[in-house]
């Protein structure tokens, strides 16, 4: 048995059984393609207008958040209601705040914990099945070194809310790779952004980092977007 929501179609009896869905991108949703249109083009203009000169301003911080806050719109129109589209805009509207605060070096530790909260929605979100404790063994291998050299580099104020935001991300990362789909895509592409970007800003200036981070980051979320087509908890229309 089968239902439709704005022409994609979702295994009602898969879902029943609490078993995410099987979505069907391409050719038989063109219209997603069509919705996200205004994400790609307000990411283009993000990209185009930004120059490490630029002064921080609340019109620098608007241009940067409409990605998301167009993804935001995006959930709420296409896929209404639903406790897991709803923890995704939630999550959403947080990294907005998030963005906005990064624009300005003096709130870093503001956007950070907007961003610390964006991932627990995403946790609440991803939810604890199928549990997958074998992925934290790669997770460790790949994290501890890496924090490790970043924490001699911190400065004392700082080595404290970012391990607390590292282990959060790496939770974060374990439920998004465990659930699969483009939610892990999500979920990887996000841990690299946050890498470049703390690496770049607290070890070493990394060449075009401004570039790879938002363009991983941007990826991320979109792809952590799509990923309410594949929620179990898709209701039918």
Excluded at 140 to 145: D, K, Q, R, Y
Aim: glycine share 8%; hydrophobic share 50%.
């Amino acid at each position: 048995m089968q239902a439709t929501l704005g022409g994609s179609h979702v295994d009602m009896d898969t879902r029943e059984e609490g078993l995410p869905g099987k979505p069907r991108f391409s050719a038989q949703q063109p219209h997603v393609g069509r919705w996200l249109s205004p994400f790609f083009l307000t990411c283009a203009v993000y990209f185009l207008l930004w120059s490490p000169e630029n002064q921080p301003s609340w019109v620098g911080a608007l241009i940067k958040c409409l990605p998301i806050l167009y993804l935001v719109v995006f959930l709420w129109t296409v896929y209404p209601g639903g406790s897991y589209s709803l923890l995704l805009q939630g999550a959403l509207l947080c990294s907005a705040v998030g963005d906005s605060c990064l624009v300005w070096p003096e709130a870093f530790l503001h956007g950070m914990a907007a961003f610390a909260v964006a991932h627990l929605l995403y946790l609440w979100a991803f939810g604890l099945t199928p549990l997958k404790p074998g992925l934290l063994l790669p997770i460790l291998l790949a994290s501890i070194p890496y924090y490790g050299l970043l924490l001699w580099h911190l400065p004392p104020d700082m080595v404290l809310p970012l391990t607390a935001y590292s282990l959060v991300l790496a939770v974060m990362l374990w439920r998004g790779l465990a659930r699969g789909g483009s939610t892990c895509w999500g979920a990887l592409l996000f841990t690299l952004s946050d890498a470049v970007l703390a690496w770049n800003l607290f070890v070493h200036p990394l060449p075009h980092a401004h570039l790879v981070v938002m363009a991983t980051y941007y990826a991320a979320q979109v792809l952590i977007a799509l990923s309410a087509f594949q929620s179990p908890r898709l209701k039918s229309n």
